[in-house]
């Protein structure tokens, strides 16, 4: 892949044979998907009119001081020695982070969406996966504006999550990108889209975040219903082939989390930084929260395999209900 010229605009471009499939049996099939459609439909917003722009945002303004549970994870920190500045600097540095990996994420997700439409073998799915489209392209647009307008230096697409977009789009078989988006980024970015509501510094990314949120829970079931019914119909190799897929993933997505670009911003050693975001139990206890909804989307459609439970575990990535579900699996019982 080439890289940008100076002064171009970084930018993914993936390049794969795919095929487009037109199915002209129009009848209804899946009840689910059907009203997973009209919800849609009802449920449209406007980013222009919904959210009240005027809202000020004072990026970098003091903040209070927070839980006594977070101060002490910032007195742990390579950064505590620079102080109450020091912290509101990493806190408004992490929400500007976070809100552009969300809009990356987002302009994938259009991207990935338009591409299953292509796909997608019934018609019920492909209004369902456009229906998600439009969704997505709405979300670029609030999270642009208020990047655009609000944040002084935004970042770039983090690498890790770079390279799992790539991978999402250069397969052919539509499972995997399903798999990518819907069962992984998606679930990650509505625990994300939650936390944002509690842990962000201004009421306009919260107002948006709010109505982001809503329509994330709906694309999650989306990805349910696509794959629970395909996953267990595929040959043991295949079913392998999409486990190490899940894998790989996995670590990307939670290498992001890391926060290198954040250390970096800041001039702390990225090594130190590193090793604090991996080892704080505050910041453990973050990234456990954000992969809380990936260990029941996959136990859904039947992925949650004792391999991936163990990488899961061993990158102390499953909180106290993700423990349950594995634990409710590995008895017999329904995953939830």
Same mark, same amino acid.
Request: aromatic share 8%; glycine share 6%.
């Given at each position: 892949?080439? %890289?940008p010229r100076a002064g171009e605009p ?6 794969? %044979?795919?095929? !487009? ?6 009848? !209804? /099939? ?7 459609? *009209? ?26 001081? #927070? ?18 500045? &020091? ?17 990356? &994420? ?68 539509? *499972? ?34 709010? /109505?982001?949120? /809503?329509?994330? !829970? ?34 990307l997505l939670r290498l992001r989390f ?23 139990? #505050? ?54």
């Amino acid at each position: 892949m080439p %890289a940008p010229r100076a002064g171009e605009p970084a930018r993914l471009m993936v390049e794969t %044979a795919v095929s !487009a499939v037109l199915n002209w049996d129009y009848d !209804a /099939r899946t009840t689910r998907l059907s009203q997973l459609y *009209e919800s849609a439909k009802l449920a449209q917003w406007n980013a222009s009119t919904d959210i009240d722009w005027s809202l000020r945002v004072g990026f970098g303004s003091p903040l209070p001081e #927070g839980s006594a549970y977070a101060l002490g994870t910032f007195r742990s920190s390579p950064l505590a020695h620079r102080g109450k500045a &020091g912290w509101d600097a990493f806190r408004w540095e992490v929400q500007a982070w976070m809100v552009s990996q969300f809009l990356h &994420g987002e302009q994938a997700a259009l991207v990935s969406c338009a591409r299953l439409a292509e796909v997608l073998p019934e018609v019920e799915a492909k209004l369902c996966a456009i229906s998600q489209a439009g969704d997505e392209a709405r979300h670029v647009e609030a999270f642009a504006r208020y990047v655009r307008e609000h944040v002084p230096d935004p970042y770039p697409v983090t690498e890790a999550l770079r390279a799992l977009f790539q991978d999402a789009l250069v397969a052919r078989e539509w *499972e995997f990108t399903a798999l990518a988006i819907q069962c992984l980024v998606e679930p990650v970015a509505l625990a994300g889209f939650r936390l944002a509501e509690a842990t962000f510094h201004d009421a306009l990314i919260k107002q948006i975040v709010v /109505r982001v949120a /809503r329509d994330e !829970a709906r694309h999650v079931s989306f990805g349910v219903l696509l794959l629970k019914d395909v996953l267990p119909e595929l040959s043991d190799a295949e079913r392998a082939h999409r486990e190490e897929f899940v894998l790989e993933a996995i670590e990307l997505l939670r290498l992001r989390f890391l926060l290198t670009d954040v250390w970096e911003r800041l001039e702390v050693d990225r090594a130190a930084g590193v090793r604090f975001a991996t080892y704080d139990p #505050g910041l453990a206890a973050y990234r456990r929260s954000l992969f809380s909804r990936i260990v029941p989307m996959l136990a859904q459609i039947g992925l949650l395999t004792p391999t991936v439970v163990a990488r899961l575990d061993r990158l102390d990535l499953l909180d106290r209900a993700a423990a349950r579900t594995v634990e409710r699996m590995r008895r017999g019982g329904r995953a939830g």
